[in-house]
């Protein structure tokens, strides 16, 4: 049972637009959430995160959402660029535990 | 290192056989975990080892698979008789703190 979704396996957008990376959880015991960006051959690297008791985090072209309500956060990034193009994973840990839960990813082509 | 360093970067193996991989964290970091990306799956958890605390085992899938530790900071993981269903990246990462773990650019076993 997947318990972190990334329902879009893969993103087209245009360079210089807004891309939207979306994730769904489905435990309400996840309080912390991250992101990573991941390109071929190279192991995943650390983007941003965003803790339960925040609603949005922002870095620089990167901000994440929290919806906990509703279980979903999003990733925005603005202008997309073409280094952007990679594949995002989701990741969600619980309370004391130290494990990362990821999704499946979505892989974000930035089109020129 | 400044990094997570993983070897051997790919590995091919004969199904049957017995295949070792290496992971060194960054100096200093007290967690260490082992993770696997199969084709168009996400990352999968698999050991996770914290200090001198006995490992989480809980996502090794077989008891093919074990992991081992030494000296609180190399790591091997070991896989028995390796059936196809092996073949996969296996990433290693590690950790100071919550806030995000570091990667190595894992290795890529072929089991054939």
């Known amino acids: 049972d997947q318990q972190v979704k990334q329902n879009s396996p893969s993103l087209s957008v245009q360079e210089g637009r807004i891309s939207i990376l979306n994730c769904d959880y489905t435990n309400s015991m996840f309080d912390y959430f991250l992101w990573y960006k991941k390109y071929p051959a190279e192991g995943p690297t650390f983007l941003i995160s965003i803790s339960s008791i925040k609603d949005k985090n922002e870095d620089g072209r990167f901000t994440v959402f929290l919806n906990k309500s509703a279980k979903h956060l999003s990733l925005h990034i603005v202008p997309s660029q073409p280094g952007d193009s990679a594949v995002y994973f989701c990741?969600?840990?619980?309370?004391?535990?130290?494990?990362?839960?990821f999704g499946k990813g979505t892989h974000l082509i930035i089109q020129p | 290192g400044a990094g997570v360093s993983q070897s051997p970067s790919n590995k091919v193996t004969e199904k049957g056989k017995d295949v070792e991989l290496r992971c060194d964290p960054i100096s200093g970091h007290t967690a260490l975990y082992w993770y696997r990306q199969s084709l168009g799956q996400g990352l999968e958890f698999l050991i996770y080892f914290q200090g001198n605390s006995a490992p989480d085992k809980s996502g090794l899938p077989s008891d093919r698979f074990s992991a081992e530790r030494t000296g609180g900071s190399v790591s091997t993981l070991t896989i028995q008789r390796t059936q196809q269903e092996d073949s996969a990246v296996y990433l290693c990462?590690?950790?100071?703190?919550?806030?995000?773990?570091?990667f190595g650019s894992g290795t890529r076993l072929t089991v054939v």
């Open positions: 990462a590690s950790s100071a703190d919550r806030s995000g773990y570091t």
């Open positions: 990741a969600a840990k619980k309370g004391g535990a130290d494990g990362l839960t």
